[in-house]
């Protein structure tokens, strides 16, 4: 099974930036597609974005952060990465990472095999 751990979270103000690291240990890196999902309080789990396995080369993103947020792959380092720019109040939720079998994973939980912790990401009015 693959391990995944973000980095990068933190309180930012709004129209400020942060990027998110997930770093991924225990299998090949490169053979998983990846995700992003996040959940706010009171809310369910909800897709961010996913990116096709080995490469990156396909990308999806829920419509609230489009043109907002990236998501990218560095398989040299196993390392998936969000980078968030002109964030707003409503992004504020616990993000997380994750790993599926399948080459462009889609938006659904249950596509995904491997989750990381989360990580803690408020925006301040």
């Known amino acids: 099974q693959v391990h995944l751990v973000e980095s990068g979270g933190g309180l930012v103000q709004a129209g400020g930036s942060l990027r998110l690291s997930c770093a991924a240990s225990g299998r090949l890196f490169s053979s998983y597609g990846m995700g992003w999902f996040r959940q706010a309080p009171g809310k369910e789990r909800e897709f961010v974005a996913s990116?096709?396995?080995?490469?990156?080369?396909?990308?999806y993103y829920t419509d609230s952060v489009k043109g907002r947020f990236t998501i990218s792959r560095d398989n040299a380092k196993d390392t998936l990465y969000l980078q968030m720019n002109s964030l707003k109040p409503e992004d504020s939720a616990v993000y997380y990472c994750?790993?599926?079998?399948?080459?462009?994973?889609?938006?659904?939980?249950?596509?995904?095999?491997?989750w990381g912790q989360g990580i803690q990401v408020t925006v301040s009015s």
């Open positions: 990116i096709s396995r080995p490469s990156g080369t396909t990308t």
């Open positions: 994750a790993a599926s079998r399948k080459v462009v994973p889609d938006g659904r939980p249950s596509s995904y095999d491997a």
